[in-house]
């Protein structure tokens, strides 16, 4: 069966795509071999500690803790992205492995499908 | 070869739309196949049938629907999406207690796992609009 890599490029806030990407990629866990790619601003999706309370949106970050029981295979993110925003991988809600470009390059040839959020 | 379309932009907002159409088109005439167009995020407004666009402006949503009907192919609105933005059939009219429904004739509102099953069992699986 086909595998699919989630891409996710957007910030959390600001539009709907980041949330609507996380219930795509939790649909498509429960199907196939689903992995998750973070670049760019889709890298302050990780971020801990966020809160919508003064935004009155839904605080969807949440739904990242559920990513290894859906059985979510490889939770990766850009190297070059996450020092770009001066972040490290302790700022993150879950564990997540970075990659230098040959590793995403590599990560991306894995898979069968890639879907873009 | 077997595709499926993704579309994310909403007509008029976004070139997606118009795009997505025009590259399902080209499959067909290349003699490829298509199992079925997605329409998520902003682009279930494709389904909405009360869109009354400027007449010297291309009837998108109409356009996808000849474009759908005409070759039996799936369009599905992704449900969850739909409902955030009060695109209705008559089921989801009366679950929700909605003075109307409004979605355009060839279209289907479905779960996201329309979109997983169309991306596993297609070819490729091309998205238009982010």
Known sequence: ???ILFVFSRPPHGSINAQEGLDALLMGS??????VLFVGDGLMQLASGQSTDDLGTKNFSLGFGALKDYGVTRIACSKPDLVARGLNKDDFL???ESLNAAGMQALIHDHDKVLNF | ??????????PYSSEACLSALKFAKA??????SINRVFF???GVHTANNQIAPPQDEAPVSEQWQEFGVGNNIELIACIASCLRR????????DR??????NLAPGFTISGLGQLIDASINADRVVTFGV
């Not at chain 1, 429960?30 to 992995?35: I, L, V």
């Not at chain 2, 499959?27 to 490829?32: E, I, Q, T, W």
């Open chain 2, 86 to 93: 009060g695109i209705l059939d008559e089921t989801e009219a």
């Open chain 2, 1 to 10: 070869m077997n595709f499926a379309i993704v579309v994310h932009g909403a």
């Open chain 1, 94 to 96: 879950i564990e997540v």
């Open chain 1, 1 to 3: 069966m086909s595998t």
């Open chain 2, 40 to 42: 998520y995020h902003d």
């Open chain 2, 96 to 101: 929700y207690e909605k003075s109307g429904s």
């Open chain 2, 27 to 32: 499959v067909l005439a290349s003699g490829h």
């Open chain 1, 30 to 35: 429960a199907f196939t071999t689903c992995s």
